[in-house]
């Protein structure tokens, strides 16, 4: 039976951990289909305030289809800037999950962390500004294909309580986001646990866990290299 497209993509970028230093832990399961993708909305203070918003007391969630999954060791496709203007960078930290959680306490949300990585929330933000300007739903601006950019999973052992990860994205070798999981307003442990009191998670969803400052414009030709301890992963924007 032929895979899904984002069964078939999430495999390969499995395929692509095994030979990484520091790769999953295969003694926990880590699922490669992905059923969806929760990300947080201004978990950084100084991302609220550089589009001009509210910091919030509760995270803000919103979803991606697992449709929306490309790996970072293909290109970074845009859409159409013609058609749909601008499409801006957001880098996050990432965490895929190796077991359900509904109604978790803060050590089954740290039991269940399967995989750790960077990922590239790609956001159409002219159309984004339009529909929030009505009322609308962000689907349109949030959920287009190629929408989720993950690079390889690692295994989150490396990376201890998850309370001091440090991250980077350069842009044609200009640093252009510095993160660091202790300045989240929601740190990683607690923003499971909140999501699973609001609705049930499934091993195999990943959660991007939110974006430091210093989000702005894909262009054409743009050299993107991201971060992680040791870890780098590089890729071109078309």
């Known amino acids: 039976m032929s895979q899904s497209p984002h069964e078939s993509l999430a495999n390969a970028i499995a395929a692509g951990v095994n030979a990484e230093q520091g790769a999953i832990n295969h003694n926990k399961s880590l699922r490669t289909s992905i059923g969806k993708v929760v990300c947080v909305g201004r978990n950084y203070a100084a991302h609220a305030a550089e589009l001009g918003n509210e ?78 300007e009505k009322g609308h739903p962000w689907e349109r601006a949030k959920c287009f294909d190629g929408a989720c950019v993950l690079a390889d999973w690692l295994d989150p052992q ?59 414009v894909l262009q054409a030709g743009d050299q993107l290299k991201l971060k992680l301890g040791a870890h780098e992963w590089v890729s071109q924007v078309q």
């Open 158 to 216: 490396a990376f201890g309580n998850l309370q001091n990860v440090q991250y980077q994205l350069s842009i044609n070798d200009k640093l252009t986001q510095d993160g660091d999981s202790a300045l989240m307003l929601f740190p990683v442990y607690e923003l499971l646990v909140n999501i699973s009191h609001a609705f049930s998670l499934q091993a195999g969803d990943v959660i991007m866990t939110g974006t430091p400052s210093g989000v702005g």
């Open 55 to 132: 910091v919030p007391t509760t995270p803000i969630l919103f979803m991606k289809p697992a449709s929306s999954v490309v790996s970072i060791r293909g290109d970074v496709v845009r859409p159409s800037p013609e058609l749909f203007g601008e499409t801006h960078y957001e880098a996050e930290l990432c965490i895929q999950l190796s077991a359900d959680l509904s109604m978790a306490t803060i050590e089954q949300a740290q039991q269940a962390i399967g995989g750790v990585t960077l990922g590239l929330d790609l956001t159409l933000r002219d159309l984004q500004s339009k529909l929030k």
